[in-house]
C-alpha cells in the first residue's frame, strides 16, 4: 500500500502537475482607477487539437425537482468541463466512466454543498445542470471549437437524496 503525508501546497512543489490558483502569492496591479486589484493570468488553461479554444460561460438554471428524471447522460470527449457556482447554489453531480457506453452498475450520483464546483474529465458521462432550491448562476469553463464533443447516451435515471 501506498502511503503519503500531504504537505503543504506550494507553486514549486505542484509546478510538474499544474497551476496552483492563489491570488495571495501572484503580484497584482490596479485597474479601474485604483479601486480593483487584478491577480493576472493566474492559470494556464489548456485545450486539445487543432483550432481547439477555452470558452468561459455563464449558465442560469432553473431548479429541479425531487426525485430528479433522468433521460440520458452526456460526455464531450474533446474537453473537460468545469461548474462553479457563482451564489452558494446546491446542485446534483450524476457521473459514470468514460467509454463508448455507460454502465449503470458504475453510475453515481452527489450533492454539493453549494460551495463546491467539478470539473468533468474529458469522455466523463453526466447528466444535464440541475441545480436545487432556486435559480443558479454557475460560471463554466470547457472546449470550443471543431469537432463534434457532445455525446448522448439513453439512460432512465431517477436520484433523490
Known sequence: MLELI??????????PFGDVID??????????NGRTQRYHDLARIETLGEGARPLISLFVSQPVALPLSLALLERHPLGSQAFMPLHGERFIVVVAPPGDAVDPAQVRAFVTDGHQGVN???GTWHAIHSVLEREGEFLVVDRGGPGDNCD???????VSL
Open 152 to 158: 448522448e447516451y439513453p439512460l432512465e435515471i431517477s
Open 120 to 122: 468533468y474529465r474529458a
Open 23 to 32: 491570488r495571495r502569492d501572484a503580484d497584482g496591479f490596479p485597474i479601474n
Open 6 to 15: 500531504a504537505q503543504p501546497l506550494t507553486a514549486d512543489a505542484f509546478a
